[in-house]
């Protein structure tokens, strides 16, 4: 048996995969029953993080809706998911920057699963460039995803579910912004927002009985994210950039 003082080994982890495939096998963490017919809505949930998230939650008796725009992947993620973990994951296509669109999936969620218990506010765009180059609309796009698109999926689950019973939403930030990362003007700006964003909700919401929390990762491989602002290509163009001044 594992003593409590050894620290989790590293061994124990989850394996790490380059694609949005489930694990092979799954060392539970908390207690298997932990999430047991709890409901997560996890936008972005059909690659990535989003979808390892989904997998992790339906790995604890959770079932799950996973919500972006591209339904192909969608339904194969759903597929992958409910095959590897035996509970119900729901596909539905939504653009978190249209408030219409995640009020009719919130409305389809309630009448399929009857309840929201958790939110993942997962779904972001990203990529590398330097501010003098980003164009007026790149800049927005992403504050749109991230910014606009967390605010919308929270209130519109806040006014629909939450405010009436409660309720736990994590907010997938970075630490890009922290110590301002170059060629990340964009999404370490967005991230910033949404951190200020979940203090107040956090503090507007909690007597509703609404936990609102952040979870900053680094650089997490064989993700999306990772590929796109790993590549050495992308040291070489950063390190260009400082010595152009
Ligand atoms: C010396 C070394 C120092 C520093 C090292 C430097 C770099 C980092 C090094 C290491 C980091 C290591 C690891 C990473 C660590 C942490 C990662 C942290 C955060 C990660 C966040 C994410 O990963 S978010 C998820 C990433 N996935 C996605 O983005 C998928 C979804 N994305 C999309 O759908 C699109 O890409 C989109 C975001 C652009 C949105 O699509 P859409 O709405 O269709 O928008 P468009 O119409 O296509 O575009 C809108 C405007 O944006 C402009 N645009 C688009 N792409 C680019 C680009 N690549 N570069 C510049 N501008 C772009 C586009 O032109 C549009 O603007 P216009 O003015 O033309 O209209
Ligand atoms: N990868 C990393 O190293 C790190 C990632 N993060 C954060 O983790 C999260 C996931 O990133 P990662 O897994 O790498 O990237 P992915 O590209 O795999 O995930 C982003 C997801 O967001 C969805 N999405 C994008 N735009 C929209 C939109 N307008 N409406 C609805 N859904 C949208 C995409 O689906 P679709 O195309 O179907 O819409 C996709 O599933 C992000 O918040 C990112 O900032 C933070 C730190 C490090």
Redesign the pocket.
Known sequence: MTSLAEPYKVRNLPEDVET?DCLTSYKHIYCPELLRDQVAFI??????????IAEVLMRHGCDTV??????E??SEAARKLTSATGRQCLPL??????PDTISSVVDETLKQLGRVDILV??????FLCPATSLSFNAFRTIL???TM?TFNTSKVLYDKWFKDHGGSIVN?????GYRGQALQVH?GSA?AANDAMTRHLAVEWGPSGVRVNTV??????G????????KYMCVLACILFMVTF
């Open positions: 949005d936008t972005g949930g059909g690659t990535g993080i989003g979808f390892r996973i919500a972006s725009r591209n339904p992947k969608l296509q939504m653009d978190v920057r249209q506010n997962n779904a972001a765009g990203n749109e995803i991230d698109g997938i930030s970075a630490t890009l999404a991230k900053a990762p680094g650089p997490i491989s993700t999306e994210g990772f590929r796109r602002l790993s």
